[in-house]
């Protein structure tokens, strides 16, 4: 999951000094650009190592933010993923966002389009994540699938966490949601599969700065289970961001997504916890 989002950090950060913000990213910068929030949509496994192309255009300009969309595509020209992101223009003594200057305004016109259809949100809810506190996930039922405390190493020049070290991070504690795979996430030539993801920052978490990721499960229908996990600070109940992810299982040796039993969509549905992506 990391390798999808470093990937995009580099063609995101090309991009925007292509832009005009040249040192936007060096070390000791007074501004930069960040990531507010993500989504991506996984068609077919790139793995490190795997040679990849990514095309990059802005979808969306607006006074102090932008959108962006990045198409990644396999040495074949098959699909790998899309990724797009919603980029805020911030002066770090102050981390408040400001104008993006004129170069960039001029440069950004040449580079605008539509979003791709296969871009768009397919199997989630396009709504915008405001967020809920650690008391109001436990009164809900969500639950704790794992914690730490980020290190700087996962801190970018604006010394805030990176998109993919969250994606880590969830990647790493998946397997305590026994909840919502009740089947089993690992089961001979099946596992678990995410296809597709989208995260909202809704506070900045730092180096040193101690998590919990509070989830449940949204829906499952079909092929998929809908499950939703939000980043919190547990000293202060507040919420560094929310995560809604699409997952399925696999069969590896046939490459098809497995159809659940009656009685496993029947467990998942009786801890459904709607409006969790709220």
């Known amino acids: 999951m990391r390798h999808y989002m470093t990937k995009a950090q580099q063609a995101r950060q090309m991009f925007i000094m292509q832009m005009g913000l040249v040192h936007a990213f060096e070390k000791g910068t007074p501004s930069t650009v960040r990531v507010r929030e993500f989504h991506i949509k996984y068609m077919r496994e790139a793995r490190p190592g795997s040679a990849l192309r990514i095309e990059t255009a802005i979808t969306r300009l607006g006074k102090n933010d932008l959108s962006l969309v990045h198409v990644m595509y396999h040495d074949d020209g098959s699909l790998a993923a899309t990724i797009r992101e919603q980029l805020e223009h911030v002066y770090l003594p102050t981390h408040q966002t400001f104008p993006w200057p004129d170069r960039l305004k001029r440069n950004a016109k040449k ?5 791709p259809d296969y871009a768009m949100p397919k199997g989630m809810p396009d709504t915008e994540m405001t967020g809920a506190n650690l008391e109001t996930l436990q009164k809900w039922g969500c639950e704790t699938i794992g ?7 996962e801190t970018g020049n604006s010394d805030t966490v990176c998109a993919q070290h969250v994606l880590g991070r969830l990647s790493g ?62 000293i202060t109940g507040k919420p560094y961001g929310s995560m809604i992810a699409v997952n399925g299982l696999i069969d590896l040796e046939k490459r098809q997504l497995v159809v659940p039993k009656k009685s496993v969509v029947k467990a998942i549905g009786k801890v459904i916890i709607p409006n969790l992506h709220a």
């Not at 580079?111 to 979003?115: G, H, R, S, V």
């Open 111 to 115: 580079y605008l389009i539509e979003t």
């Open 147 to 153: 914690r730490g405390v980020f290190q700087s190493w």
């Open 173 to 234: 504690s998946i397997r305590h949601f026994g909840t919502a795979w009740p089947d089993g996430i690992e089961v001979g030539p099946v596992m678990g599969v995410l296809l597709e993801i989208r995260h909202r920052f809704h506070i900045f978490p730092s180096s040193g700065d101690p998590f919990i990721i509070c989830s449940g499960v949204l829906g499952v229908k079909d092929k998929v289970r809908q499950l939703v996990h939000h980043f919190v600070n547990p």
